[in-house]
């Protein structure tokens, strides 16, 4: 075994990260392995991606496709796992150097933790971990000496405009948001929307549930709460505002006034690729970015009267404790419902409301508190999902 070379467990291989990820180690062999792949239910895929790069690992979430699996795979030298506790024990293998969690929503967490146990540094692309736990996943990533590199663009951009700096204060950082595509219209637009409207981002390739989240702002509200736990901030030192273009991924103002931004072209490989090789940057034949190409690059004040995930997920940001939890679960089922079209694209923010309102706060809570918030917030909304009428009113 080539001891330069990083091994890299991908938990979600078959989504939208876990692809460009494995682009990225297809373009650096000489650098990183794929060891270890996973996916939830795309036995397809996973099948592909394991006899594309034959890593030490091949796990099926889904075990009534393990068999599958593993007949597909059975002439490679691969070992074929199924289920999710697979995942949790399988990370912490001593042979990985880097877990890139990918895996969608809640499900990120347990995994994450366990790796974070086992000393491996983490590639953060499943924002949900530090939404919902953030206190005890920064406590144990200090604690075992552990990295966590910011996968998601913008807090990859927070991150590289914080090199060099870490004497020196942070006033607040500025999250940028494309605004997706229902940028400027307003309640009675969005009353009607469909699936189809919402998945259809301006700029970025991603998962369904991150694009109906980009089209709500509730993924700019679980990137701030994540900010929170990633940079040691407070919620009033950090702003989101919407920049269509996607240039400037974020920016950091320092306590002298001065404010340093990370610009680029709207491509996820290259944080996935920075996230991987860092603190060195590595040439890329990345297309590259020309200010002539963008003569006009605009800003302006997200609506959060209108888009009100935002301002929900500040809400909880400030109350702390399990509240952000419950925004995550009940977010997590809305979302599911509404590309199930069982529920409309405004009516998501009244189950996640209802959900803040009604769940049991717990100010100090333990990991089986999130465990058990996480599942109880998610009865409660699907059942109030089923009483609401398909509209918001």
């Known amino acids: 075994m080539n001891n330069d070379i990083k091994n890299i467990a991908i938990l979600g291989s078959t989504g939208s990260i876990g692809t460009q990820t494995l682009e990225v180690i297809r373009d650096n062999s000489q650098l990183f392995s ?90 953060l692309a499943n924002k949900e971990t530090l939404v919902v736990a953030g206190e005890i996943v920064t406590s144990l990533a200090k604690q075992h000496g552990v990295n966590i590199l910011p996968v998601d663009s913008e807090h990859s951009a927070i991150f590289q405009c914080l090199a060099g700096e870490q004497d020196n204060k942070i006033e607040k950082i500025i999250l940028t948001a494309s605004g997706g595509p229902f940028r400027g219209k307003n309640a009675e637009f969005l009353a009607n929307v469909t699936r189809e409207h919402a998945l259809k981002h301006p700029n970025w390739v991603m998962g369904a549930k991150i694009t109906i989240d980009s089209a709500s702002l509730m993924n700019k509200g679980l990137e701030v709460i994540e900010a929170k736990w990633l940079f040691d901030l407070q919620a009033n030192q950090i ?43 590595v040439k890329t034949n990345f297309k590259r970015f020309n200010f002539i190409d963008y003569p006009n690059l605009t800003f302006e004040q997200p609506d959060i009267a209108t888009f009100r995930n935002l301002k929900l997920s500040f809400d909880a940001l400030e109350r702390g404790g399990n509240m952000p939890c419950i925004i995550n679960a009940a977010n997590e089922v809305a979302v599911a419902a509404f590309l199930n079209n069982e529920t409309g694209f405004l009516t998501m923010s009244d189950v996640i409301e209802t959900c803040m309102q009604q769940i049991n706060y717990i100010q100090s809570p333990s990991l089986n508190d999130y465990l058990n918030t996480d599942k109880e917030t998610r009865i409660f909304a699907q059942n109030l999902i089923r009483k609401m009428p398909l509209k918001a009113v």
């Open 239 to 281: 702003d989101v505002i919407v920049h269509p273009q996607s240039i400037v991924h974020s920016l950091v103002q320092f306590e002298d006034g001065s404010i340093k931004a990370q610009m680029g072209l709207p491509d996820m490989k290259l944080p996935i690729q920075y996230a991987l090789t860092y603190p060195q940057r």
């Open 34 to 123: 794929a060891f270890m792949l996973t996916a939830h239910s795309n036995a397809y895929l996973l099948i592909e991606q394991a006899i594309a790069f034959v890593p030490e690992y091949a796990i099926i979430c889904d075990e009534t496709k393990y068999a599958e699996v593993k007949e597909a795979l059975a002439h490679l030298p691969i070992k074929v796992l199924g289920g999710y506790e697979a995942i949790k024990e399988t990370v912490t293998h001593p042979d990985i150097d880097v877990v890139l969690t990918a895996m969608v929503g809640f499900a990120g967490l347990e995994p994450t933790i366990n790796a974070i146990k086992a000393g491996k540094d983490i590639a």
